[in-house]
């Protein structure tokens, strides 16, 4: 009850700070995701609720953007890059090697609720290549050897 | 900070910033963009904090963003009083030391500066400004100036003329560059239409990708219909392996908000917004900083420059759409909505966001227009070659020796910009072709290497300007991977709204996949020819349009590797997984035994000293002993 009062709370702020703005749909979502790591369901019912919005115009948003996600994440959100660039440097090999040493695919979350493995198509420091993205923090030139210990450091 | 409603105001602004500019004492900038950062610039930034502080230096440390070469980064600079402005690169916080001591001192001695910058360009004042006055120190004559280093050598800087260059916290930095300068001019001693004939006669092109004439396109929003207008600025760089716009962004963003603000002016809209990728957060907060600034400073809000005119701009963000880097879904996007195009037959300039007459350009095309109103058309002209004025820029990546941004004038030949200002293919490889035009565009191949760069030509050659992305491939890449990988992302990124675009993709997506998986069958090739033209005539937006461009252009120049996968079931670049196998060769291996401890499956085996040999039925082609083999000694074949 209690959790659920709180969540309430933190969503209303949140669509205070748009002035319920409707249009602002994308970056009310991107700040509750923000908050919650992931898109609540009940998030999702309030806001329509409170905004007046149907509820599958809001679903219609957050499945379209690939920055919404509606199951839970981890800790941390490992984001392999295969723009370009990186795929030329072999940026598949990375997610090859996180998805065996991790026993996850991507797009899944580990057991412990530590890591999210996600793809993403450039993080803009293609002269990096290949880069994988842990909590914002961008990490270049990998090796798949590098991987392990790289991610040790995140527990 | 008070508002600037005069020329007065604007040139005691202009004096503050050179002040900060070229300070009286000594200052230390190091390169803070996302590469910069990424690279262990914030380490650097700390330790000489620290260093300073530790020696009681009177000394000014700032943050700037990156002047292009990221590949020696992170990156310090000195300016010290009547001295040449030094780059260190590769520093480390090991390094800081030895180089504090040096300007403490006064002398390079020991670890040596990368270059030197003997005069700073003054692009919109149209003139350069000398670091030191009298004779060049002795201790500096044997460092390269900047204009002597490959990299930079052939370079024109027009749209990343402050990027590096300047403070980006800093709008009197920017204001004693020259900008707003041309805000003022426009505003005060210019008429709309005198504006858009001068971009017009300029010649500039949208720099996102179509090259449609931006002068043309202002001035028919200008004529259309409606009280309300809007002027967008595209920041959304969807293309994989493309991060100019975020440089521009981050380094320089003052240029793009004065730019959108003459554009404004010029076609009579009343806001503006800036759409920018939901990967870009630092772009976002330094746009944030300079709207906030400009708003301060009153060249946004109401009554600037005492010129009667209103205008405010605002930022949007994406959300991770490819998509939306198109213009009706940006559109539909900005107003909250599932980012889907429309057809184009409305014209967005005429009903656009919210129905109402929009001009959208993107982030370079804006940051040009100062430079344009400051400079003139004639000279903008004078740069570039034919149909083609002023500059482009590229994000040189890949394999290639020197990667980083670069800026160059329309015309160069490709060869230029891949062997001198790249410093050509690593560890002795062969250069084998260049993508440009991101997922809408085309490899062009090394037989056409002399190739002018610019839209026309590059068009001609099935592939595209696109937004800048420029990815060198060596004969380690296989094109048919690549035909591939494109197909994929465009499947993923692929809206839905339309049936070519969204099952048409996806089959090509199909027959790629089992070309590559070793599962091709006759007629593959000509079956993938025959759905691109359905796709590229039945699509509805440009995605799905252009979706075909890859294919067809890997196929055009480089069909023997899709006939080697589909008929002899072989990868000749040694990357399709199915089609490769992993051995040891016997006259490299010293058996050292290194990939034997690394391989995941175990799948190696060997005496130390002797030939191992790798267990095919286990191996999974995962390619770590070949990154860690040290003598090269397995074979992919
Ligand atoms: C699928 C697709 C993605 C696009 N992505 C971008 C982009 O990321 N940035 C951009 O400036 N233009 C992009 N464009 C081009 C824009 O639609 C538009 O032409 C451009 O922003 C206009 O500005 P310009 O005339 O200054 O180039 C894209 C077009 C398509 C069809
Ligand atoms: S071509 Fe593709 S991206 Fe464009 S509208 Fe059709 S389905 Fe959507
Ligand atoms: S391609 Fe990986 S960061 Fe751009």
Redesign the interface.
């Known amino acids: 009850m209690k959790k659920a009062q709180t969540m309430d709370k933190k969503v209303k702020d949140i669509i205070k700070k748009y002035y319920g703005d409707k249009t602002a749909m994308i970056a009310i979502l991107q700040d509750v995701q923000e908050e919650f790591r992931y898109l609540p369901k009940e998030t999702l019912s309030f806001i329509s609720k409170k905004m007046d919005v149907p509820l599958t115009r809001i679903y219609e948003i957050a499945t379209f953007y690939n920055a919404f996600s509606l199951k839970p994440r981890g800790k941390h959100t490992i984001e392999v890059c295969l723009g370009t660039a990186c795929h030329v440097q072999g940026a598949s090999r990375l997610i090859d090697r996180l998805e065996r040493d991790l026993s996850i695919s991507s797009g899944d979350t580990t057991k412990d609720k530590m890591f999210t493995l996600e793809e993403v198509r450039c993080l803009g420091c293609c002269s990096l290549a290949p880069v994988i993205r842990i909590s914002g923090n961008v990490h270049p030139y990998l090796t798949q050897d590098e991987l392990p210990k790289i991610l040790r450091n995140y527990k | 900070m008070s508002t600037i409603k005069t020329l007065e105001d604007l040139n005691k602004a202009a004096k503050r910033g050179l002040e900060s500019i070229i300070p009286s004492k000594t200052k230390i900038m190091v390169g803070m963009s996302?590469?910069g950062?990424?690279?262990g610039a914030q380490e650097v930034y700390d330790a000489l904090a620290a260093e300073i502080k530790k020696r009681k230096l009177d000394v000014v440390l700032c943050k700037t963003s990156a002047m292009g070469m990221?590949?020696i980064e992170p990156l310090v600079e000195v300016i010290q009083p009547n001295r040449p402005r030094l780059a260190y690169s590769r520093m480390t916080a090991k390094k800081v030391p030895e180089v504090i001591n040096q300007v403490a001192k006064g002398v390079v001695d020991g670890f040596k500066p990368t270059y030197r910058m003997d005069e700073e360009d003054y692009l919109c004042l149209n003139e350069k400004k000398p670091y030191f006055k009298g004779p060049l120190p002795n201790d500096v004559k044997d460092i390269p100036t900047i204009s002597n280093v490959d990299f930079y050598k052939k370079q024109v800087k027009i749209a990343t003329r402050n990027c590096g260059m300047i403070n980006f916290e800093s709008i009197d930095e920017y204001v004693a560059k020259g900008g707003y300068f041309s805000l003022y001019k426009a505003l005060t001693q210019m008429k709309p239409e005198q504006i858009i004939d001068e971009i017009i006669a300029s010649g500039l092109r949208g720099r996102g990708g179509g090259g449609f004439p931006a002068g043309v396109k202002w001035q028919t929003c200008r004529r259309a219909h409606g009280d309300i207008k809007y002027v967008l600025c595209n920041g959304d760089?969807?293309?994989?392996?493309?991060?100019m716009d975020?440089s521009v962004m981050e380094g320089d963003p003052h240029s793009i908000i004065e730019g959108m603000i003459i554009g404004a002016f010029a076609i009579g809209a009343t806001d503006g917004f800036i759409y920018v990728?939901?990967?870009?957060?630092l772009a976002v907060a330094n746009l944030q900083r300079a709207l906030d600034q400009a708003r301060a400073y009153g060249f946004l809000g109401n009554n600037i420059f005492n010129s009667g005119f209103n205008f405010d701009i605002k930022i949007?963000?994406?959300?991770?759409?490819?998509v939306c880097g198109e213009s009706t879904a940006l559109m539909t996007?900005?107003?909250?909505?599932?980012?889907?195009p429309r057809a184009k037959y409305i014209h967005t300039v005429e009903y656009g966001l919210w129905n109402r007459p929009s001009n959208l350009n993107n982030v370079e095309t804006w940051a040009n227009v100062p430079a344009i109103i400051s400079r003139g058309a004639k000279w903008f002209s004078s740069i570039g070659c034919k149909n083609n004025s002023g500059t482009k820029v590229f994000?040189l990546?890949?394999?290639v020796n020197n990667?980083?941004?670069v800026e160059v004038p329309m015309g160069i030949p490709l060869k230029d910009i891949i062997y001198e200002i790249g410093g050509g293919i690593p560890g002795g490889k062969k250069f084998k072709a260049v993508?440009t035009g991101?997922p809408s565009g085309g490899c062009i191949p090394k037989s056409l290497e002399d190739i002018s760069v610019d839209f026309d030509a590059l068009w001609e050659a099935g592939s595209m300007m696109g937004s800048g992305?420029m990815?060198v491939?060596d004969e380690t890449?296989c094109m048919v991977d690549?035909a591939r990988?494109?197909i994929d992302?465009l499947e993923?990124?692929s809206?839905g709204k339309c049936v070519p675009c969204r099952e048409g993709v996806m089959r090509m997506n199909e027959i790629l996949h089992d070309i590559c998986g070793g599962k091709g069958r006759p007629g593959d090739i000509e079956l993938l020819e025959s759905m691109s033209k359905g796709i590229v005539d039945g699509a509805l937006c440009a995605l799905g349009s252009t979706a075909p461009n890859p294919v067809l252009s890997t196929l055009k120049y480089f069909r023997d590797e899709y006939t080697a996968h589909v008929r002899d079931k072989k990868c000749p670049a040694g990357v399709c997984k199915a089609l490769i196998r992993f051995s040891v060769s016997d006259e490299k291996c010293t058996g050292c035994g290194v990939c034997l401890k690394?391989c995941?499956t175990e799948c190696i085996s060997g005496e130390k000293k002797k030939t191992h040999v790798i267990d095919q039925t286990e191996c999974i082609k995962?390619?770590?002993c070949k990154?860690?083999c040290k003598f090269d000694a397995i074979i992919v074949e």
């Open positions: 996302t590469s950062l990424a690279s990221d590949c760089e969807g293309d994989p392996g493309a991060y975020r990728r939901n990967e870009y957060p949007g963000k994406g959300a991770g759409a490819f996007s900005l107003e909250g909505k599932a980012g889907e994000s990546v890949g394999k990667i980083g941004l993508q991101g992305g990815i491939m890449t690549i990988y494109f992302f993923f990124e809206c690394k995941p995962c390619g770590v990154e860690s």
